[in-house]
């Protein structure tokens, strides 16, 4: 006599995906990407067992730390390039932002050393996790691209942090302050990094699910999509505990 075999349970959660983003304060394509990739998970039906991690990449660690100059500048200088040349990068990129509702205004956009940048995004997980972490990002991205903030001046990140809302988490100014001025959070930034050289990461935004698959660039919402897809079916596979007769494309048994 065959036996039927007992049905899994269904009361099991789902196993949560885990999203690591590798990104750049001073990258104008990881805002566009960031952008995308948030249409993509909004969408997503399985979007509350996803867990979205931002890593650190710095683009050019060589920067000084300090003020900033303007980006033009130091984007010329770096890469060799003639001014027109950048410009016409800057006409490109501000025009591919406004798609995703960014107003980029490279004429203000300042270069900076990004290193303290990425540890405040550290110090935001520390203080109040992901829902910080995601409005620490935006706000630096925006101060960075659409006003003009020089990220690398005085204060400047601890207003940041301020405007998105640390205070909350019982993190004041002087909180805030004392631990950039301090070395807090830097070695969680140099392990980011470390990583990122391990697995080969050369350019961001860089989007890695569950270190099985990643996708390079600002790809447009629908990589995303497929990207997390591919992530679920591999972290949440249908087992089939039966097969009997039935119908396909090409008859029935």
């Known amino acids: 006599m065959s036996t039927v075999p007992a049905l899994p349970t269904l009361s099991a959660p789902p196993r949560t995906l885990r999203v690591e983003v590798w990104s750049d304060v001073a990258c104008p394509w990881c805002f566009i990407g960031k952008r995308r990739f948030a249409t993509a998970l909004a969408s997503f039906p399985h979007r509350e067992h996803v867990e979205v991690v931002w890593r650190s990449f710095q683009l050019s660690p060589e920067t000084p730390t300090g003020p900033g100059r303007p980006e033009i500048d130091a984007l010329a200088e770096t890469k060799g390039l003639r001014r027109d040349q950048v410009e016409q990068m800057f006409a490109h990129v501000t025009s591919v932002a406004a798609g995703e509702g960014l107003r980029y205004d490279f004429a203000r956009t300042l270069a900076f050393n990004t ?10 997980q520390e203080a109040g996790g992901g829902a910080l972490v995601e409005r620490t990002m935006e706000a630096l991205f925006s101060s960075h691209f659409e006003q003009g903030v ?3 001046a005085d204060g400047a990140l601890v207003a940041v942090a301020a405007g998105a809302g640390f ?14 001025a301090s070395d807090q959070q830097a070695d969680a930034v140099r392990t980011d990094l470390d990583e990122a050289r391990s697995l080969g990461v050369t350019g961001v935004p860089f989007f890695v699910v569950d270190r099985r698959y990643a996708v390079s660039g600002a790809q447009p919402a629908e990589v995303f999509t497929q990207l997390l897809e591919a992530g679920w079916r591999e972290a949440n596979p249908l087992t089939t505990i039966a097969q009997g007769d039935a119908c396909g494309p090409e008859g029935c048994d």
Do not use: I, N
Request: aromatic share 8%; proline share 0%.
């Open 115 to 124: 290193f303290d940048a990425h540890r405040l995004l550290h110090l935001a």
């Open 150 to 152: 020089d990220l690398g």
């Open 167 to 180: 205070a909350e988490h019982g993190w004041d100014d002087a909180r805030v302050a004392a631990a950039l």
